[in-house]
């Protein structure tokens, strides 16, 4: 791809795919005429230059095989007629209805509750971030096979049981709310340590991730977590600039340049956890934004509050017991106790198949057991890191560790 | 879209029993969800059906029909009736079979109709 038709392919994909979906009722089609479009864009941006509206250009473009292929296919729905009547006009009618949205819609739709819980984060990466199934299939520990078939079983299912791109009236929005919220914190997770690419960060996950949490607590500004939600991705997101030296390499969070994070995000962060906490109904994401806001706190590592952040950490392990969660813990213990401390808790989860082939976890392992001077067991757990193929950036740091114990 | 909906007895779920007051309201309950499906155009056809063991099942093998006593499989869970719902999607679909007493007894499988070219 050139590099052109690269950057609007990741800005412009999920609104495309939005767009086209909610006039055709057809994820799989919409997806694959979006694709199509941007196909046809490289070969002209590479010799053209972009037109003045990108986007309007490949909604024009992508509505062509859309359009075909409902043709081209005997079964037609009432509602594909329908579809065809209006991607027959020029521009596409603005959605109607509280939020004029096309990419909440659709994501509400992805995390339908008669979806598959495991697979509606995955059908969102793909549809609304544009992320490839060997991403995808890599950030959930799958064969790329079965994350394919899982992905086409589940746009299927949203094609022929009408669900609906919608975002649910009032009275339905608590129930539907937490499985958005989870998405839209792994789209950014997704973004704040990409699996797959050279880079550390990938800006435009987070950026529409935080896009995301800003139009959800706009649509509930009473529900808490949907606040913590916000909070938790501005104040993390904070650190972005500082989180890659110019090179591309990893910074860890104690060798960061404080300076250079933002503080507009951090103070908008701390007031919306803030707005959170009045409400007085705590939960996992105001947890997290509370240990993201006593980072933010610290004028530099040495200064940080680490017995505060364990005792967060704690709480948040007994809403949610996950292996990323205790390791987590196992750091935060390790700075206020020592490492000895974290590493106690780590070694309780060496049971845990789905922790084992983590490779945070090892690195995190392998860190602990250096700082005591374990240095053949630290070796050792820097190569099991290694041998699960973590992303470049992070494959990089890890080698780096492993070669200086050796000397 | 039309919706086959197939209301699923499940073994352990206490139902009421004829002749009880509580068997009583859920017969009227039936009534009004059914009535008001009917009313705003969304109830194409619905019905209850008699036990599993007044079934029969058919089957054609080498041209001949080949007819056994009972339903096509044992299950443990009773299909103990239906409704044929037309809707706008499935959100539609299910918040009306949220109203059917079944769904409190027992399941509601939700089944999307394949559209047919003829029908287009």
Known sequence: ?407 | MRYLCLLVGEPDMEVPVPGTPEFMQMLSDYESATRAMAADGVLVDSGPLQPPSSATTLRVRGGEPLVTDGPFAELKEQIGGYYVLDCADLDEALRRVATIPAARYGAIEVRPLMVMPDQA
């Not at chain 1, 709310?177 to 997704?190: A, I, K, N, P, Q």
């Not at chain 1, 806001?293 to 948040?316: K, P």
């Not at chain 1, 590493?343 to 989860?349: C, G, P, R, V």
């Open chain 1, 1 to 407: 791809m050139t590099s052109q038709a690269e950057i609007v392919f990741r800005r412009e994909w999920g609104r495309a795919v939005a767009v086209v979906a909610r006039l055709t009722g057809d994820l799989g089609l919409a997806e694959d005429a979006v694709q199509d479009a941007f196909a046809a864009a490289v070969g002209r941006w590479a010799i053209e230059p972009l037109p003045s509206d990108p986007s309007g250009w490949l909604f024009t473009v992508a509505k062509h095989p859309a359009l075909d292929r409902l043709r081209r296919e005997a079964r037609r729905s009432a509602k594909e007629q329908a579809a065809m009547l209006i991607l027959g006009q020029r521009d596409p009618p603005p959605p109607t209805g509280k939020i004029a949205d096309d990419r909440l819609r659709l994501i509400f739709a992805c995390c339908h509750p008669a979806l598959d819980p495991g697979t509606r984060v995955a059908v969102t990466l793909r549809t609304l971030c544009g992320l490839s199934t060997a991403e995808i299939a890599r950030s959930f520990l799958l064969s790329e096979a079965t994350m394919a078939q899982r992905l086409v079983r589940a746009k299927r299912k949203i094609r022929d049981a009408a669900i609906p791109f919608r975002v649910p009236a009032d009275d339905e929005l608590p129930g539907r709310v937490g499985g958005v919220l989870r998405v839209v914190y792994l789209v950014f997770t997704e973004g704040h340590q990409a699996t797959e690419g050279p880079r550390v960060v990938r800006d435009e996950l987070c950026d529409e991730a935080v896009r995301l949490a800003r139009l959800l607590a706009d649509l509930c500004p009473e529900e808490p977590e949907v606040l913590g939600l916000l909070a938790l991705l501005l104040l993390t997101d904070a650190r972005r600039g500082a989180r890659a030296t110019a090179g591309g390499r990893l910074v860890l969070l104690e060798d960061q340049d404080r300076r250079q994070w933002d503080r507009a995000k951090i103070d908008e962060g701390t007031q919306v956890l803030d707005r959170a906490m009045r409400l007085r109904r705590p939960g996992p994401y105001q947890l997290q934004a509370a240990i993201a806001a006593c980072h933010a706190a610290a004028e530099h590592s040495g200064v940080t509050d680490w017995a505060e952040i364990a005792a967060l950490y704690a709480a948040l392990a007994r809403c949610e017991p996950s292996p990323v969660v205790h390791a987590n813990r196992a750091v935060a213990v390790a700075m206020a106790e020592g490492p000895a401390a974290g590493l106690a808790i780590l070694d309780e989860l060496r049971d845990d198949s789905q922790c084992q082939r983590w490779h945070l976890m090892h690195a995190c392992r392998a860190d602990l057991l250096r700082r005591l001077g374990r240095t053949a067991e630290a070796g050792e757990a820097y190569r099991m890191a290694l041998a699960l193929d973590p992303p470049p950036a992070e494959r990089e740091f890890l080698a780096g560790r492993l070669a200086e114990i050796h000397h």
